[in-house]
């Protein structure tokens, strides 16, 4: 984004706003109201709660007479190391490229499903650990219920109360020790009587070893697995014995501490599960003998440690206060009233659970988030749980660097440079090219080839080198060098050769992709025929175009602008396929103007260059900017979850503040699990997102949409309150958030307008930088000396002409 033509505006005061300043890991921030709440036990599995420690996940009921805690481990997947090519492709490419060519378009669709491949292997589950509690149903008073997910503890409780009794159950995940951990108690002596045991939909089977340990391991194929539960209960308090069918009977104990650990046999994506020599089960042993030697207050203060280092890097408050805030609403109910209430807290706390929800199921070391992060309650869940690169797993990793989580998007790299091996091969042999390539769907043995079927969804060879965006982004925002060099560089490279060689000169002297597909749409060729493939698609041409601007930056950075590939980069540039506009003023998602038989298609691919991209801004390419909003208002805001929170980010990106929050507002509708086909896109009541069913991508596009709401960044110039709906959120501020350049902003407004804000960079190759500051129409250059920040406050005369800093 450049500067555009604004006015500098004016500073009532400089001084320095510590009280802004990001929160270390000692600072303990007051966040905005954090806790989901529950007035019953869970219905249905999208009214439970989730808790993960990156690999292991797990969703608690909350029932009183009996307790489900469904299981998911992130590497327990169907399937083995795959062949991801296709011999043949070649030939079959060439006939699509030349029906292309003729301009046979419903040909080229029928003749390019030769180039399909084999569908995604699928995600499964675990299992579950049972409770089953002493029968008192009689004396359960349902007033004194409750269940809760603490967002700033990443602890689910469950409380309740029969007879005289107050029974009291705390959950959590823990990243450094890799386990769940559940603790279960009563408010009077020898109290607490339940039995325990672990089940699964897998072929498993169960047994209680000697040391009071329940072994669940998988007897069938594939990818094999082990959960250990250990339990520990009060000392010379109540007794623990062993049923045949390998439950654990404990009765009359003060309180019990169950830990679930897991582990399975998958040693990467190279590695079949036959050959594996791990053994899951004795790796669940000695882990639970590791964790013998802490207490359960040292396994949650470990806990506490790790995630609130991350998670309260960032806080936020879109009011003064809420009504609901301090009374206990249930959370179901909060988002029934949202059409009406417009409730700034319920929006704070799905901002806040994106966040947790990322740092719960991708952490480094694990597999990246799939389409359900890591909780599913199906053997085979909806499209597999399978990674989709043509925006699902994108959207999974876009809060990661604006919300203050840069660690999280680790196993995203490390999946990217899995892809590159596997997509070496089929880049090779199904398109004789160079590089690496990976299209619409994957899975965890690093899948490349195409999907199975039509060439609507099949046929997009994009997939990583979308992904391959992130790289670049995550140096922007780090800034590390190191990281540019050694794994974002080479990856670059690996795409960009093959891009140059999948190119070829087509009309008018352009450089053309052909075959070419905008993700899951058809059009109607000019001979009235439904089509899907073409050439040059607008998403094509954005992302090379991205991809190509990011390598010519990251050579600059690394001192390789000389480089044959980044001469022959440059040389390309000027020969891609401009972004075109339709004749009714919207931008053309094809390269030609085809007719779209459905205008409010859940995909806006077209857009691309507008968000995430940066091909298209309001400062730079004023008409592209006007002809996106043109395409945002035909696609309309209907949509799945997913397509919600992206149309939100769009129109954040184009400082539209009325449509995006419009967007955010269409997101808060309460979907029923027993009606889903009544519903597009809503929120369960946990606030997991729904497509439906459920999907993970839009509870991480939403925080990544509200952040861009508040702060849009370059390398150089920051955007403060770009698309804050004022009349909605009219008094708040943000802590933490980040900003390209290793930047962390703070800010604060008040009746709508900016009132302080400060920017802190920890970069440590430039002593300083100059930055361009952005609010409304008004501009400042300042310069930022590493480390010691810039806080600015801007109270009296904001619309006075002011002077530079």
Same mark, same amino acid.
């Given at each position: ?28 921030? #007051? ?29 608690? @009921? ?31 490419? +060439? ?42 149903? !009689? ?16 602890? #689910? ?84 014995? #062993? ?5 654990? =009977? ?12 897991? !582990?399975?046999?998958? *040693? ?70 949202? =059409? ?37 309650? =199906? ?56 590089? @690496? ?7 965890? @043995? ?159 691919? /077209? ?39 992206? =149309? ?10 009325? /449509? ?15 009606? *889903? ?55 708040? !501020? ?10 962390? #902003?703070?800010?604060? @407004? ?23 500051? /952005? ?6 250059? +300042? ?9 600015? !406050? ?12």
């Amino acid at each position: 984004m450049g500067t555009g033509r604004m006015k500098p505006f004016g500073f009532g005061h400089l001084r320095s706003f510590d009280h802004l300043a990001p929160p270390s890991a000692a600072f303990v921030v #007051v966040l905005s109201p954090s806790l989901f709440r529950f007035n019953g036990e869970a219905k249905h599995w999208t009214e439970a709660l989730p808790v993960g420690n990156g690999r292991l996940g797990g969703m608690v @009921w909350g029932g009183v007479l009996s307790e489900t805690i469904n299981l998911n481990d992130d590497t327990l997947w169907t399937g083995s190391p795959g062949n991801y090519t296709n011999p043949d492709a070649p030939e079959a490419l +060439a006939e699509v490229r030349k029906l292309v060519n003729d301009g046979k378009y419903a040909q080229a669709t029928t003749s390019a499903v030769k180039l399909s491949g084999e569908p995604s292997n699928a995600y499964q589950l675990l299992g579950d650990i049972k409770l089953e509690f002493q029968k008192g149903d !009689s004396d359960y008073d349902d007033t004194t219920y409750r269940r809760e997910l603490d967002l700033n503890t990443a602890t #689910v409780t469950v409380a309740y109360s029969i007879g005289e009794v107050e029974f009291t159950r705390e959950h959590f995940a823990s990243y450094p020790d890799q386990v769940i951990v559940s603790k279960i108690s009563g408010n009077k002596s020898a109290s607490l009587s339940f039995d325990v045991f672990l089940d699964s939909k897998i072929s498993h089977r169960a047994s209680v070893n000697d040391q009071n340990q329940i072994v669940m391991e998988r007897t069938d194929g594939g990818i094999k697995f082990s959960a250990v539960l250990d339990l520990r209960i009060s000392d010379g308090v109540g007794t623990i014995s #062993v049923f045949e069918d390998n439950k654990i =009977k404990v009765e009359g104990c003060d309180w019990a501490v169950i830990l679930l650990v897991a !582990s399975s046999s998958f *040693e990467g994506p190279f590695t079949n599960p036959s050959d594996s020599k791990k053994d899951p089960t004795a790796d669940c042993l000695k882990q639970v003998e590791t964790l013998k030697t802490y207490s359960y207050d040292q396994l949650y203060s470990r806990h506490l440690d790790d995630y609130q280092n991350l998670f309260h890097r960032v806080s936020i408050k879109l009011s003064k206060s809420s009504k609901l805030t301090d009374s206990y609403v249930p959370t179901s109910e909060r988002i029934k009233s949202f =059409k009406t209430d417009e409730d700034p807290s319920l929006v704070e706390l799905l901002f806040q659970y994106g966040r947790y929800l990322l740092i719960s199921c991708s952490r480094p070391g694990t597999q990246p988030a799939n389409l359900q992060g890591i909780w599913n309650d =199906k053997v085979t869940p909806p499209w597999d749980g399978a990674p989709h690169l043509n925006i699902n797993l994108q959207m999974n990793y876009w809060p990661s660097l604006p919300c203050n989580l840069h660690e999280c998007q680790y196993p995203l790299f490390d999946f990217i440079q899995n892809l590159s091996v596997n997509g070496s091969k089929t880049a090779k042999v199904n398109y004789e090219a160079n590089g @690496w390539v990976a299209h619409q769907v994957s899975d965890i @043995w690093a899948k490349t080839s195409p999907d199975r079927g039509e060439a609507v969804w099949a046929l997009w060879p994009m997939g990583g080198a979308w992904l391959c965006t992130h790289l670049w982004e995550h140096y922007t925002y780090t800034m590390n060098k190191d990281f540019l060099a050694t794994k974002a560089y080479p990856l670059l490279q690996g795409c960009v050769l093959f891009l140059l060689d999948w190119l070829i000169e087509g009309q008018d002297g352009y450089l053309q992709t052909n075959p070419s597909t905008s993700p899951e749409h058809m059009f109607t060729a000019p001979d009235g025929q439904p089509a899907s493939v073409s050439f040059s698609t607008t998403m094509d041409m954005s992302i090379i175009k991205e991809i190509f601007s990011a390598i010519v930056s990251a050579a600059e950075v690394l001192g390789k602008s000389d480089d044959d590939l980044i001469k022959k980069v440059v040389e390309s540039q000027s020969k891609l396929y401009p972004t075109k506009i339709a004749k009714d003023g919207s931008i053309m998602e094809w390269a030609q103007d085809f007719v779209d038989p459905d205008v409010h298609h859940r995909h806006i691919s /077209h857009l691309f260059g507008l968000f995430p991209g940066h091909t298209i801004t309001p400062e730079n390419t004023p008409q592209l900017s006007k002809a996106a909003e043109s395409t945002l208002t035909k696609r309309g805001n209907t949509g799945p979850g997913w397509s919600t929170t992206w =149309k939100a980010a769009s129109w954040a990106r184009l400082h539209n503040s009325e /449509h995006a929050y419009e967007m955010i507002k269409h997101l808060f509708d309460l979907v029923d699990p027993e009606n *889903e086909s009544n519903y597009e896109g809503g929120l369960y009541s946990n606030l997991f997102t729904a497509h439906p069913p459920f999907q993970i991508d839009a509870n991480f596009g939403f925080s990544a949409a509200l952040s861009e709401m508040l702060i849009q960044s370059t390398v150089t110039e920051f955007y403060l309150l770009p698309a804050l709906p004022r009349h909605k959120w009219s008094n708040g !501020s943000v802590k933490g958030l980040k900003a390209r350049a290793n930047t962390t #902003v703070s800010i604060s @407004w008040s009746d709508g307008d900016l009132q302080e804000f400060s920017l802190r960079t920890d970069d440590r190759e430039n002593q300083s930088f100059t930055k361009t500051i /952005h609010y409304k129409e008004s501009s400042v250059v +300042a310069t930022m000396a590493t480390g010691k920040g810039l806080a600015i !406050s801007v109270i009296e005369d904001i619309k006075k002409e002011g002077k530079g800093i």
